[in-house]
């Protein structure tokens, strides 16, 4: 990782997290369950998904533990597959997680409370000033249209001076400046994500899975401003899987070293007292 602020603690939660979910995650793929058919095919796509993301599961729990205690209580907005809701239950907080589907069977025997939440179309199901932080992590992309409103209702569910963190991939990243050199589309397959994707339609209304908007520091800046919040951390990292060796890792750190070619960003907003 470029940036160690995670720090051991918040690897070590990752970590505990991952040894508590995969006996689960195992059973779902030999029973062949549906969910896991739909988000992760099979085991081995789990193991690869868990490896590539560890190091940006513990930055972000780790900039939560850095601002609030422990117990306090954290929703992740978007939680995917339930690696980062899981962790910061096993950091201690008293985790929620909410998304698009019923639930997943991982939850409930892990201690994570779950309520499903379509982001754009729905209000939260939650009261005002529920959660002292709520963490919007490699979401925000996929929002088929403006995230004003998924935003608001982050706001309102937040207790004055508590803090919100939105995640997402860098538009200015390597990565997209090398496809774009190349002649490359940084958008994901044509054929496959617009023309064939059918959409989930709620309320009449069509949203699609997939990349609409990756962000930068200016993006981050706007929201801050926007819904007068207080930015008090904005930070481009990437995450390495160690699973592909010391080289490729020295490779990455050498492209590191220009902070707006990392992969990801993240900023920590505080919402006003």
């Given at each position: 990782?470029?940036?160690?602020?995670?720090?051991?603690?918040?690897?070590?939660?990752?970590?505990?997290?991952?040894?508590?979910?995969?006996?689960?995650?195992?059973?779902?793929?030999?029973?062949?369950?549906?969910?896991?058919?739909?988000?992760?095919?099979?085991?081995?796509?789990?193991?690869?998904?868990?490896?590539?993301?560890?190091?940006?599961?513990?930055?972000?729990?780790?900039?939560?533990?850095?601002?609030?205690?422990?117990?306090?209580?954290?929703?992740?907005?978007?939680?995917?597959?339930?690696?980062?809701?899981?962790?910061?239950?096993?950091?201690?907080?008293?985790?929620?997680?909410?998304?698009?589907?019923?639930t997943l069977p991982i939850y409930a025997p892990l201690g994570v409370h779950y309520r499903r939440w379509h982001l754009e179309a729905d209000p939260a199901p939650y009261a005002d000033d529920s959660f002292d932080a709520v963490v919007l992590a490699q979401t925000i992309e996929h929002f088929t249209y403006s995230p004003r409103h998924p935003i608001e209702e982050l706001v309102r569910i937040t207790r004055p001076g508590g803090v919100i963190l939105i995640d997402a991939p860098n538009i200015a990243s390597f990565h997209n400046i090398s496809r774009l050199l190349r002649g490359k589309s940084i958008m994901w397959n044509m054929k496959r994500h617009y023309l064939e994707?059918?959409?989930?339609?709620?309320?009449?209304?069509?949203?699609?899975?997939?990349?609409?908007?990756?962000?930068?520091r200016e993006d981050m800046r706007d929201i801050a401003e926007h819904f007068g919040l207080e930015m008090l951390e904005c930070r481009y990292y990437s995450p390495y899987n160690r699973r592909r060796g010391q080289f490729a890792i020295a490779v990455a750190r050498i492209r590191d070293v220009v902070p707006h070619w990392r992969k990801g960003i993240y900023a920590v907003m505080r919402v006003p007292s």
């Open positions: 990782m470029t940036d160690a602020g995670h720090g051991q603690p918040a690897r070590q939660a990752v970590i505990a997290a991952w040894e508590a979910m995969r006996p689960l995650l195992a059973d779902a793929v030999a029973h062949d369950e549906a969910w896991v058919r739909r988000y992760m095919p099979s085991l081995a796509d789990i193991d690869n998904y868990f490896h590539g993301s560890m190091d940006r599961f513990a930055l972000l729990l780790g900039a939560i533990a850095a601002r609030l205690p422990a117990g306090a209580r954290v929703l992740d907005a978007g939680a995917g597959y339930g690696f980062q809701p899981i962790a910061f239950r096993k950091a201690g907080f008293e985790a929620h997680a909410s998304d698009i589907y019923e994707q059918e959409p989930l339609v709620t309320h009449g209304v069509p949203y699609y899975d997939r990349h609409n908007h990756e962000l930068c």
